[in-house]
């Protein structure tokens, strides 16, 4: 079989992390002390360098316009749109990795390589609207994740994490399954397109076990952007994590299963009369329960990362929302407020490392009086928490304004208050963070700990979540640039949105 | 300076934003130097300001405007303009700002820097929010001035700084979150963000829906004014604020809700707004008679002077319920009042604890003899707040209470009746204050306030001082310095109200009666039976 340039044009941006993922074990071998620190750089550097090699393809391809498919895999707009998003976490996170790790004395080459797998499966994820390849996606993707929560041993309670996100996980992914097999029984393709027009032609819309398979299908993919009531690992597997990775698992994992379920549900499934309007109330009710759900527990959290955990549930919430609303400026809503949460929750994991909280040492009271020892990074954190919160003229600011204002728009005006009552009380669970930060001193007892330990080392983690905060307050301030240069043409050009 | 010459406005938005966000830059060591480029920075927009108002030509417009992005088929106009509404308030504002930093120079003690550059963006986003002709924009900076202003009272705070700095921010989001709501319903009919486009929009909208807007646009200007019995964060805020926030928010940010009044609630929703004018004017006399009975049982004094601002600020709600020409002008002057007669007894309050370090009266008694100059500020000051004539109070309660006496309504009368026995509280609760810390024999107590002030004001203090007293005086003897801009475009905003018709003769009435009659039967009485 030969493969034509357009075809390789199509699976070469997924290439390169997987060959990435394949070369790094090869050079984890036990070596002394002293080349084990120059093979740890070349690991880094290589799935540096896969990331980066996947990052200039995509973004030429973006400026080609061209939007090539390899079979069932179709890198268009929004295929590439959500490649370059998934690029830009996964680099963000090899690099507050890399201080991580060293913090927690755990570096190893079999987690960049986990990491180059599960982006390899999230850009196939997002870049297909076959059933079977789409299950291979998730399943790619999400394999590696579960071990990644667990890939730092010494500490006891990541495996507890890890097999509570391997088994819930494991459970969704058979129910996503299932539904896709109750789908292809009915229309006798794997393609969810073409099972769409099968299934609006014999009237199957409403019919129960139709219902049923889209309902499981739509399971796998609340599991994945953990929305309530499918969001129970959420805080665990954060905990559990390692910095980097939680941040990576709040922002690409949720990322890409919501570019899928648009991909899939307003996408290749519209049209079928009965199943669309179950499906968006199915959304609506959930959104509202995962909006109550996540901004209410995020309120008692003691632990920061448990109470990102809880934020990121929320945000689904949010971002559920533009499904109900279901315009086309909902849906650049939905993209451009992606793009920002990757900016505000990379940020915001980067500055746990950033602040050299090890291990389990991620609670409030350990931030302390931080924000002006680190005033540099004090000021990011405000910056990420306040943009989280939905205050102008953050970046964050501007997600929600587009789709409470598309909710508005469609009639949805209770929804809407909700909304905005929701991201009331998260408010006060963000300003928390600033006022552990800023408006409290650290207690005497941390004070004499924090003068035994050694100071905090971490540049590259410091880096990115100053890129962080850039791209936030930038994107307070050109957001219509983003909204109609990018996420507008994904979905124009992609799912033929906007026409 | 020709960018300069033709954004004038933009320039004293940003520029303390820059100035801010330099100081913000500077190491905490160099506090002091950047203390001082903060204060040098304010004082040059405040002349800045005051050449280019000042300036110009009576009548010339200062506007800038601008496309500035479309999102979700909304258009964001860059729109700033300075007009008879707002002018003396972005005055004030560049005022207090320098002259607030003056006054609290030693208040601090640690990151004066870095309260200095807190200060600056508070700034910004106070003169944002006066000059925005756009809701978009004044959105923006009505929600951005809420991150500086919660750290001033976050960090510099009293002991239960924590607490009151959520409160404020909590409270005053809960009210702009659901109005933002509003606004996008509004917007979303009328395909704009501009004022006139969606009053325009609005007016097509069924009565009921033109009313729940305007409660909506209500609610959150009624919150930040504050207005009886949406109150309740201002004397957190207050009390646990540095002095230098107290006044600030005393003196622009609560004029910042009578502001969203004036500017876009009444005018988008004429109809909705005389509706409500009942309810509106009920509160505001609910909060001036209730802020003037809790300030009575205060005994610290600055949360005495934050509930006189729940009182005063109910004076600036009436005059604007009251739909006349004469009540909303004293409700602009009112404010202007307000922040300057307010601002200065916060400074003063600021200046003595800074000595005593309590703000307890009991810890008071006999201050007069220890510190005269201070004593002489501070009743000149306190008159003003009572509302004697010659000082500016007088001026704006006199209008306000006028005004809702003359209105149309059927309660107008009634409401300034029991709106003036405010005026009379305000009287007993500054001025038995006045007798409890100032008058008297010098309080015995070895560790009482009074034994701790070794020094009466210095010469930065009674620098600082001086110029509000003067424009107390100006503002009292010669008010129509700041109340002629404004005539005119009150005048074509109550136009559209179609507010009834100004009742405006009682005593022309008293000749149907007899003078005899009248005389004996007093005014209540005739007007019920000339007007039933």
New interface residues.
């Given amino acids: 079989m030969t493969i034509t340039p357009t075809q390789w044009a199509a699976i070469l941006p997924l290439l390169f992390p997987a060959l990435g993922a394949c070369l790094i074990p090869l050079m984890s071998l036990d070596r002394d002390q002293a080349t084990a620190k120059w093979i740890r750089g070349a690991m880094y550097l290589t799935a540096l360098l896969a990331v980066a090699a996947g990052f200039w393809y995509l973004t030429d391809l973006w400026k080609t316009g061209a939007q090539p498919s390899f079979h069932q895999l179709h890198m268009d707009r929004l295929a590439q749109f959500s490649g370059i998003f998934i690029l830009v976490a996964a680099a963000m996170t090899i690099l507050q990795g890399w201080d991580h790790f060293h913090q927690e004395g755990w570096v190893k080459g079999e987690t960049l390589s986990l990491l180059l797998f599960s982006v390899t499966g999230m850009m196939l994820f997002t870049a297909t609207s076959n059933f079977v390849t789409l299950f291979l996606g998730l399943e790619l993707f999400s394999l590696p994740l579960y071990a990644l929560v667990a890939t730092v041993r010494p500490r006891p309670e990541t495996a507890e994490g890890g097999m509570k996100y391997f088994l819930t996980g494991a459970v969704a992914s058979s129910c996503f399954l299932m539904g896709g097999v109750l789908l292809y029984g009915f229309s006798g393709t794997f393609d969810l397109k073409a099972a769409a027009t099968v299934l609006q032609a014999q009237g199957l819309g409403a019919d129960p076990l139709v219902l049923a398979g889209a309902a499981l299908l739509l399971f796998g993919f609340l599991f994945k952007v953990s929305a309530a009531p499918f969001h129970q690992w959420t805080p665990d597997a954060y905990e559990a994590s390692p910095h980097p990775v939680a941040g990576f698992m709040s922002v690409a994992t949720k990322g890409v299963a919501f570019i899928a379920l648009l991909r899939i549900f307003p996408g290749s499934l519209s049209g079928v009369r009965g199943l669309e309007a179950h499906v968006q109330s199915a959304l609506a009710i959930l959104a509202v329960l995962t909006l109550v759900v996540g901004n209410l527990t995020a309120l008692v959290q003691t632990n920061v990362k448990r109470m990102l955990a809880y934020s990121s549930i929320s945000h689904a919430g949010y971002l559920l929302l533009a499904f109900v609303a279901g315009t086309p ?2 849906f650049s ?1 939905l993209l451009f407020y992606l793009v920002i949460y990757l900016a505000m929750n990379m940020g915001a994991f980067g500055l746990l490392t950033a602040f050299g909280l090890q291990g389990s040492h991620t609670t409030f009271e350990d931030l302390r009086g931080l924000g ?1 020892k680190r ?1 540099a990074m004090g ?1 990011c954190a ?1 910056v990420f928490m ?1 943009s989280l919160a939905g ?3 953050l970046g964050g ?2 997600g929600k ?2 789709i ?3 909710l ?2 469609t009639g949805h ?1 209770g929804l ?2 909700l909304g ?2 929701a ?2 009380v998260s ?2 669970y963000y ?1 928390h963070v ?2 552990a930060l ?3 001193a650290p207690s005497a007892e941390a004070e004499r700990l924090a003068s035994d330990r050694p100071a905090v080392h971490a540049p590259l983690a410091g880096a990115t979540v100053l890129v962080a905060a850039a791209i936030v307050l930038a994107g307070g301030f050109t ?3 983003l ?1 109609q240069g990018f996420a507008q043409r994904a979905l124009q050009e992609g799912l033929g949105l906007f026409r | 300076m020709t960018w300069l010459n033709s954004h004038p406005l933009t320039f004293l938005v940003f520029a303390p934003t820059l100035l801010g966000l330099l100081l ?1 830059a500077l190491p ?1 060591a160099l506090g002091k130097l950047t203390r001082l480029l903060g204060f040098l920075g304010a004082l040059a927009i405040f002349v800045l300001s005051l050449a280019w108002l000042l300036g110009r030509a009576p009548g010339a417009p200062l506007a800038e405007h601008a496309p500035w ?6 258009p964001v106009d860059y729109s700033l303009a300075v007009d008879g509404l707002n002018f003396w308030l972005v005055i004030l504002t560049t005022f207090l700002v320098p002259l607030t930093m003056l006054g609290t120079w030693n208040s601090l003690k640690d ?1 004066m820097g870095t309260f200095a550059a807190m200060f600056l963006l508070l700034e910004t986003g106070m003169l944002g929010a006066l000059v925005a002709q756009d809701l978009f924009l004044f ?2 900076f009505w ?2 001035m ?2 500086p202003m ?2 001033m009272i ?2 510099w705070g009293g002991d239960e ?2 607490y009151a ?2 409160k404020f ?2 409270y005053t ?2 009210g702009s ?2 109005w ?2 509003a606004l ?2 509004l ?2 009919k009328a395909g704009s963000f501009a004022p006139a486009i969606m009053a325009q929009a609005a007016s097509g909208l069924p009565f009921g829906v033109q009313c729940w807007l305007f409660v909506a646009f209500a609610v959150a200007f009624a919150i930040k004014v504050p207005l009886f019995p949406l109150h309740t964060w201002l004397p957190d805020a207050h009390v646990q604020a540095p002095t230098a926030g107290s006044v600030i928010l005393a003196g622009v940010l609560l004029k910042l809700g009578g502001y969203g009044f004036i500017r876009f609630a009444i005018p988008m929703f004429p109809q909705a707004a005389m509706h409500f004018a009942k309810p509106l004017a009920l509160l505001s006399v609910i909060a001036i008679i209730y802020g003037a009975l809790v300030a009575m049982v205060q005994r610290d004094m600055k949360k005495l002077v934050a509930y006189s601002s729940v009182s005063h600020m109910g004076f600036v709600m009436l005059g604007l319920a009251s739909f006349t020409v004469i009540g909303t002008q004293g409700a602009m002057l009112q404010m202007l009042n307000h922040g300057i007669s307010t601002g200065a007894l916060f400074l003063l309050v600021g200046m003595i604890y800074d000595r005593a370090h309590t703000r307890m009266i009991a810890d008071f008694g006999g201050v007069a003899t220890k510190m005269p100059i201070f004593t002489t500020f501070f009743i000149i000051v306190t008159l003003s707040s009572i509302g004697l004539p010659l000082t500016n109070g007088f001026v704006g309660e006199f209008q306000i209470l006028n005004g809702t006496f003359l209105s149309g309504f059927a309660w107008g009368r009634a409401y300034a009746v029991i709106a003036t026995l405010g005026v009379v509280l305000g009287a007993v609760y500054m001025l038995w204050m006045v007798k409890r810390v100032f008058w008297g024999p010098v309080n015995p107590d070895e560790d009482s306030g009074t034994q701790h002030l070794h020094s009466d004001l210095n010469a930065r203090e009674i620098a600082v001082m001086l110029p509000l007293v003067v424009l107390i005086l100006w503002m009292g003897i010669h008010p129509g310095t700041f109340q002629a801009i404004s005539e005119a475009p009150v005048a074509t905003l109550l136009k559209d109200a179609n507010a009834p018709a100004i009742r405006p003769l009682v005593l022309p009435s008293a000749p149907l009666l007899g003078p005899v009659e009248a005389a004996a039967a007093g005014h209540a009485p005739a007007s019920a039976e000339v007007h039933p």
Avoid: D
């Fill in positions: 400026a909902a809503g002006w005033p000021f405000a306040l205050i102008p003229p600011f501007y304004y587009m409470f204002k598309e508005v728009g005006v809407a208050i905005v009552l991201s009331l408010v006060y300003l600033l006022v800023f408006l409290q957001q219509a640039f909204v | 913000l905490q992005f479309t999102l979700v088929g909304l990151r959105y923006l929600e951005g809420l991150i919660y750290f976050g960090v700084r924590r700095a959520n921010f909590l989001l809960s979150l659901l933002l709501v996008l319903f917007a979303g």
